[in-house]
């Protein structure tokens, strides 16, 4: 799944997509890069992100989706408003990918059942203003299994069919950076729910601290794509359904390398 943010202020490449030409032109690339997914947002949801108007929402992403969709791209729709998960899926979005799980809007179960469209449902405790206050668990794998489960149990309830969901850990959303570590080393947890998994570490801040003295500043965002391969071979092995990531052609370099390497065994 190939990143597309619509956004100005995105943690490691806002601005740069902003304009429709150049999401469309950037989706364009991804997907002769590789992706099989683009994931297009018009939200940041970096720590501290303040929300845009569902009015500039729909300005920057249903042009965009509604164009590479014509094109015959899978789009992913990233946004936590039914609103805008309809708009977009009545532009030719395919998948709904909302980080909070349809916590933040009550009408997005609704909106996801109706079109039995896949819909990705990551574990949320708040918004990005203060998500990471709520970084507090007695076993973070537990933790978040159990909440991913009950959160299942609920939009199953809410008419959405287990089959259309995916499950994301929610890898730097409420969580330090040894809570993910322990997520990672133990995937399998998230698995044994019995739905899809979606990674998405791609340049997280956690990623950046690695070789960083303590204290020290996380290195930018754009030198953590190795790091980010190497969790994307992790999350393979470990028999996730697909990894979220910005920058496409390292990730899939080491995906082929790991089923090489499997191959010849």
Known sequence: ???????????????????????????????????????VGGESTRPGAERPTVQEELRRVVPVVG???????????DTMRAHVAQAALDAGAAVVNDVSGGLADPDMASVVAAARAPFVV??????????????????????????????????VDAGVAPEQVVLDPGFGFAKLAE?????????????ALGRPVLVGTSRKTF????????GGM??????R???TAATSVHA?????????????PSTLDALRVDQAIRAAR
Request: charged share 25%; no cysteine; glycine share 8%.
């Open 1 to 39: 799944m190939g990143v597309v943010n619509v956004t100005p202020d995105s943690f490691s490449d806002g601005g740069e997509w902003f304009e429709p030409e150049a999401a469309v032109a950037h989706g364009r690339e991804l997907l002769l890069q590789g992706a099989d997914i683009l994931d």
């Open 67 to 77: 164009a590479l969709a014509a094109e015959g791209a899978v789009v992913s729709i």
């Open 122 to 155: 990551m574990h949320w405790r708040g918004h990005s203003a203060d998500m990471q206050q709520r970084a507090t668990y007695d076993d973070v794998v537990s933790d978040v299994a159990r909440e991913l489960r009950q959160r299942l149990h609920e939009l």
């Open 179 to 191: 809570h993910n570590w322990r997520l990672l080393a133990h995937l399998d947890r998230i698995m």
């Open 207 to 214: 990623l950046g601290r690695l070789g960083v003295a303590d």
């Open 218 to 223: 996380p290195r930018d965002p754009l030198e």
């Open 225 to 227: 794509d190795v790091a």
């Open 236 to 248: 393979a092995r470990a028999g996730a359904w697909g990894v979220r990531v910005h920058h496409v």
